[in-house]
């Protein structure tokens, strides 16, 4: 019986998100048609961007896992019911910490080294989501604004920083030195840029989906998602589980700014982030916020993402293309978790109250 | 001094038209974080129609147009499908910024990085007025953009403290429910609210875009609709607040502009930092009061 239940549930969580891309991608082949883009040239392109070879797959690796992360912090924030849109600006924050670490501390031993720049990256990245956590806890002001106000700021931060005490005055843009060759993550293939972040990725979501659903703390922060007043009058501390959980969002956020650096870039520059906060929710929203969806809508973000630059290149079309293609999955996904389109177990559940209420009559 | 006040005036406009939009559907409990993007429509559509036909009132009909039809979509989706209002605004943002990248590209990939320019609305010095020293130049002579914002805060102070329809957009926001029951149409009361916000945001599109620089650039917006949003919070979700607020971010701008022009040797992205940081500030500083907030604000309204 219980399995019956789960098996319908998975069902239903599985079939709206891809009737959403599906309809998705039917809209952006029409857009592409209505610009005068070949689609099977344009999706040819994104798909070689990332199934071409090993060497194309290794990318597809890279850009899922700041992704991946991204998508994590957006998706715990959003089950404890607060709209961090500021997962760019942790981000960035990560980036910048545990960048100046792996600077600083070219002496130490790798392991070592890696540990500190972990922990610089996650601390910053909370602390970038503790000022809107507490700014929202205690004078009740929206966290939409803030966070996205750090966001800018953050990017101001490392553009400052690049251009002036962390510059490496060997290169012509603006960027940092790099950090200590012992610090960088393994290659898991080599002559591809797939590295050690994205086994973290997938451990970190599981992580998050065990706290979120099989931990007290996580039943919480799921309640006070649902209903902050019904979570009040349990007795939990509304207050200071949105603070936890702007910590735990900024956190993770962070260390995928920490994988971004020790893993891709090995450096800082104004552009490292590529609107990976802004897709993580997009990532954490077509997956309902389930971490473990989350491991899944990240890849398929990162295949557009990957897709995106060889799409500008063969078909002249903007990189910003996938933009695009987010808003208008978001859009579905959106509609269809709250309306009655293309849900076929509601129609099932009126008939039966129907019926129970013709029973009754 | 002149220059100061001037760019203040120059920068604060957009900022107050798109906040006065807002102020208008944030009351009858619409959060459109959408803002962004469809202002993006407006400086592209807007600038797109002018560069073809040279008409910079061809230009602001195009502008708002666009802005009417990128609302259009969020209401659809956050009042009819009853989605998500913040989802949707994401989702909004990413289309407004895509689609206009995408066109842009399309359509102007030719020119080189600031070669497209397009015709633009030309300042128009008010008779009189801006002859009197420092002051005049810096308030009566501006293009006509300028002057409408300042008309429309009257204006929307107006309907929102001396019609019907006012009253109807706050009770809608504050209680949907009892506003059903006086006979109040709820869906059509947030829909027109959205569809003049959205026209506020193609305005305040149209402006930066043919108005203050004469050429479109991707993602040219910057965060302007965010800063939007907290000027609503900094005028406490009034009309006459908005003028205010957006006044003190564009001086904020100003300022920023002011030191850049300037020799002092600052780093200039700390500078350009100035404006948000000013924004987190003013937020906190005004935000603890929510009493003309809309108490529905951001749920959908379920008749049943």
Redesign the interface.
């Given at each position: 019986m219980r399995k019956n239940i789960s098996g319908k549930q998975m069902l239903r969580t599985i079939w709206r998100p891809i009737v959403a891309v599906i309809a998705a991608l039917i809209v952006s082949s029409l857009i592409l048609t209505f610009f005068g883009y070949n689609i099977t040239q344009s999706f040819g392109a994104i798909w070689e961007a990332s199934f071409k070879s090993v060497r194309t797959f290794g990318n597809l690796m890279n850009n899922t896992c700041p992704l991946l992360f991204c998508g994590l912090s957006v998706a715990i924030s959003y089950r404890g019911g607060v709209f961090n849109i500021g997962s760019e600006g942790q981000f960035l924050a990560g980036t910048i910490a545990s960048c100046w670490v792996g600077i600083v501390g070219k002496s130490l031993p790798g392991a070592l080294l890696i540990i500190l720049m972990v922990m610089a990256g996650a601390f910053a990245g909370a602390i970038w989501a503790f000022v809107p956590g507490i700014l929202k806890a205690k004078y009740d002001i929206n966290e939409v604004i803030t966070t996205i106000m750090f966001n800018y700021i953050a990017l101001e931060i490392i553009g400052c920083l690049t251009r002036t005490i962390m510059r490496d005055a060997s290169q012509a843009d603006p960027q940092s030195y790099p950090i200590a060759k012992q610090a960088w993550m393994p290659y898991l293939v080599s002559g591809t840029k797939m590295n050690t972040g994205i086994v973290f990725a997938v451990v970190s979501a599981i992580v998050i989906y065990i706290l979120l659903f099989r931990t007290p703390f996580g039943f919480e922060i799921r309640t006070c998602g649902y209903n902050k007043t019904a979570s009040l009058y349990a007795g939990i501390n509304v207050n200071w589980v949105i603070v936890k959980t702007m910590l735990i969002s900024g956190g993770i956020a962070g260390l995928g700014g920490v994988m971004e650096v020790m893993g891709s870039s090995h450096y800082i520059f104004e552009k490292i982030s590529n609107g990976f906060g802004y897709t993580g929710i997009a990532v954490s929203v077509l997956a309902n916020n389930n971490p473990i969806g989350v491991i899944l809508s990240a890849l398929l973000f990162g295949f557009l993402k990957t897709g995106s630059s060889s799409m500008q290149r063969v078909m002249n079309a903007s990189a910003q293309f996938t933009s695009v293609i987010q808003g208008v999955i978001i859009i579905f996904v959106a509609i269809s978790a709250s309306s009655n389109l293309m849900s076929f177990r509601k129609h099932g559940k009126k008939k039966a109250e129907h019926e129970k209420e013709e029973v009754k009559a | 001094m002149t220059f100061f006040l001037t760019s203040t005036i120059r920068m604060a406009v957009p900022l107050m038209i798109a906040a006065l939009g807002l102020v208008l559907s944030e009351r009858a409990g619409l959060?459109n974080?959408g803002v962004e993007?469809i202002m993006l429509l407006g400086c592209f559509f807007s600038f797109f129609t002018s560069y073809r036909t040279g008409n910079v009132w061809l230009g602001l009909l195009a502008g708002l147009a666009a802005g009417l039809v990128g609302s259009l979509?969020f209401a659809v989706?956050s009042i009819t499908?009853?989605?998500?209002q913040?989802?949707?605004g994401?989702?909004?943002?990413?289309?407004g910024?895509?689609?206009t990248?995408?066109?842009?590209?399309?359509y102007f990939?030719d020119q080189d990085v600031n070669g497209a320019l397009s015709s633009s609305f030309q300042n128009m010095p008010i008779p009189l007025l801006s002859k009197i020293p420092i002051v005049g130049d810096a308030l009566f002579n501006h293009n006509i953009i300028v002057y409408i914002g300042f008309i429309l805060v009257a204006v929307v102070w107006f309907v929102m403290n001396r019609t019907s329809i006012g009253i109807k957009v706050i009770a809608v926001g504050e209680h949907p429910k009892a506003a059903d029951s006086m006979g109040i149409n709820v869906f059509r009361v947030r829909y027109l609210a959205t569809a003049f916000s959205g026209l506020m945001m193609g305005l305040a599109g149209t402006y930066l875009a043919i108005a203050q620089s004469n050429t479109f650039q991707?993602d040219m917006t910057g965060?302007k609709g965010?800063i939007a949003?907290?000027v609503v919070?900094l005028g406490q979700w009034k009309p006459e607040g908005v003028l205010i607020g957006a006044l003190i971010f564009g001086a904020s701008n100003a300022l920023q502009m002011t030191i850049q022009n300037s020799n002092l040797n600052i780093?200039y992205?700390?500078v350009?930092?100035i404006p948000?940081?000013v924004?987190?500030v003013a937020?906190?500083i005004s935000?603890?009061k929510?009493i003309m907030d809309a108490s529905a604000k951001g749920t959908?309204y379920i008749k049943s």
């Open positions: - | 959060m974080i993007g979509v989706c499908f009853k989605a998500s913040i989802v949707v994401c989702a909004m943002n990413m289309l910024s895509g689609l990248a995408v066109m842009f590209r399309k990939m991707t965060g965010y949003m907290a919070v780093q992205n700390l350009l930092a948000y940081i924004t987190v937020v906190l935000g603890r929510h959908p």
